[in-house]
């Protein structure tokens, strides 16, 4: 059925909004119809492209509900991740920090294994992890694949590891890669002085560093996985980095699956 535009005049205001769905219960688009109230026949226009007419057929009521409206924040594993839409999608502004069951954490050193695992930098949780300075677990990318394979029972319903191609995009939405590390790094980083992020649209990319047979770049450089597998090595995927002092966001797609970088988690804007 067709959209349809509810009407109420209550103390001579007119309240309106476009409903999408229209059944036992609507979902309210526009925020100025009061919520939680139940609208009976009689008090429903249909829009039939020309002009608004009565609805004489409708026999059912309608409740309300107020509006979902643009995703702030969302909880995983028992950790709130603060949310920010650029473009078409939402992006975490934190790195993961997620510890499924069954995932390996690295305690002591770094690992070039090919089973899923993931440790804090420099093994150390207290000063990198949630409580510290919150740059996240760094995984390396059998966990990533791992976690984008089995996103329906670990995620909560729509969030997903980005693609390159959502890298790509995002660059490009920012004015291009030349700038797009300039502009999504964060600002005022206290343990990178030379950091040089203007955050311009509140992503706050950390200069959480990453490792491979050892770690490195802490407070110099971020590292970013995607969910993309190298089109040439099968032992490779693709991920992104920034740097202090340097204005660009580099894309990269040789780095063997064993390193381990940092995670954001992305969903479509519906």
């Not at 920010?84 to 934190?94: G, R, S, T």
């Amino acid at each position: 059925m067709a959209n349809k535009i509810l009407r109420k005049t209550v103390g001579g205001y007119d309240l309106y909004a476009m409903v999408a769905k229209f059944d036992d219960t609507c979902r309210e688009i526009a925020p100025n119809l009061l919520p939680s109230r139940t609208y009976r026949d009689g008090e429903i226009l249909m829009d039939n492209g020309d002009y608004p007419v009565w609805s004489a057929d409708v026999i059912n009521t309608y409740t309300i509900h107020e509006p979902d409206g643009p995703i702030q924040s969302v909880e995983i594993g028992g950790k709130t991740y603060n949310v920010v839409q650029i473009d078409n999608l939402y992006w975490f502004v934190e790195n993961l920090d997620y510890a499924w069951q069954g995932l390996t954490i690295l305690t002591s050193g770094t690992s070039a294994s090919s089973s899923p695992q993931a440790t804090y930098y420099n093994n150390d949780e207290n000063t990198y992890g949630w409580n510290g300075l919150k740059y996240g677990l760094q995984y390396n990318w059998h966990a990533v694949n791992y976690l984008e394979t089995n996103k329906a029972s670990l995620l909560p319903e729509g969030w997903r590891i980005p693609t390159i191609s959502d890298w790509q995009n995002l660059a490009t939405y920012v004015g291009g890669i030349s700038v797009a590390g300039t502009k999504l790094k964060a600002t005022n980083v206290e343990t990178s002085p030379n950091w040089g992020g203007t955050d311009e649209y509140g992503l706050a990319l950390m200069p959480s560093g990453g490792s491979s047979i050892s770690f490195f770049d802490i407070n110099e450089g971020a590292y970013l996985w995607s969910s993309t597998e190298s089109e040439y090595y099968t032992t490779d995927a693709f991920s992104v980095s920034v740097f202090s002092d340097e204005s660009e966001m580099y894309i990269t797609e040789d780095d063997g699956k064993y390193y381990q970088y940092s995670l954001r988690l992305v969903k479509d804007v519906t």
